[in-house]
């Protein structure tokens, strides 16, 4: 089995990412505690961590057994909260499934992005964890890593979809993993790290892991494709052709791949994107001198559009909804970014970008008719 430090564990904050630097059996401590880099001091929150791991706490009915005490290391310091808690758990999963750490992002194939606190069953509770600040704030570590498969455990709370568009949105090599948010133990199912395969690509780890189900799955075609061709008629009847109770020639219905596909059901909401036209500026655009190229946002899954590249010629987003009489719900995101908004020839509500509101961010738009229950909440991201 390979040690090679290969996960890097994260601590999202609101004041910044920290990494988990150490996580190791410390015989010679009364209990576990948690440091800080460069310092001897327990962290504030140390007694919390010393009692989930005690001996018949949390963590050992994950892990199977009684925890020695254990030095917990990060790369930097918290006063108060108790997010926390989730990516330690985890980590200590990982670490009796005998995978190792990695300090830093340059060193890691897999970044194991997660918040939130946990009860007594590990499960994950739900709450407003300032997930879209957090992400924020990783942005650049991410980027650190942009080979690096990317898993993320983000908790039930009022910016669960907007966090997830975000962290979709992202642009990296491998699609993200978005872990079940129910309980540390399903976490860790999903991630289902073979233990042998620390050394491999981050990629190929992942296919290993799915080999066993992929040869079963090839085996039964194997045998279909084997008994149908028993099966099949003799050549002098194959091209006898087949006719219906009323003596007509029966075609046989084909069905196109593509249209058996379940499709999003449209929206009731409107978005294209404002741009300046060759040679114009969004200066021009925003005070009338030139009219915006208007660019439909096309619908990517249900409940989310297709994220919005934040280029030079973007001037802002025309939102509309098709009912006439309907009002339109904008997340404060959209409009603390945006100058007021003007409302265009066709009832859309145009929200031009304010020069230091070009930052990547997530919002949601709701359609609120005038008679019946509001629309499905639509997130939309506008990344770098």
Sequence with gaps: M?????????????????????????PGLPASAAFADGDYRPLPWSGDYARLAIPGGPLSRLTGADLPPHELRLSGSFDAGRSWEAPICLAHGLA????GLAAEPAQA???????????????????DYALLDKIERSRPLFAEARQAVLAVLLPDGPERAEAEAAIRALGRAHPPLILPSSSVSAALRALALPADSAAAPPAARFRR???????AALAC????????????????????PVKDGTGTLATAAKTDPAEAQPKPSLPPVKVEELRAPPGS????????????????????????????????????????AEAADASLEIGPELRGASLPPVRLSDRAQAYFLKEAGRQNLVYAVQVIPRAGPPGARLVHALTR
């Excluded at 892991?209 to 040869?215: D, H, K």
């Design 96 to 99: 009796a499934q005998g995978h």
């Design 221 to 240: 075609v194997t045998l279909a494709g084997a008994y149908g061709i028993a099966r099949l008629p003799s050549s002098a009847s194959q091209d006898l």
């Design 209 to 215: 892991s799915m080999f066993p189900v992929g040869a």
């Design 109 to 127: 194939d897999l970044i194991l992005w997660a918040t939130g606190a946990v009860d007594l069953d590990l499960a994950v509770i739900p709450g």
């Design 281 to 320: 500026s969004c200066r021009r655009v925003a005070f009338g001198a030139d009219p915006p190229e208007r660019r439909a946002v096309a619908l990517e899954a249900e409940g989310r559009l297709a994220a919005t590249r934040l280029s030079s010629d973007l001037c802002g987003l025309a939102i509309r």
């Design 2 to 26: 390979s040690f090679q430090k290969r996960i890097l564990v994260v601590v999202p904050t609101t004041n910044g990412p920290l990494r988990l630097r150490a996580l190791k059996p410390r």
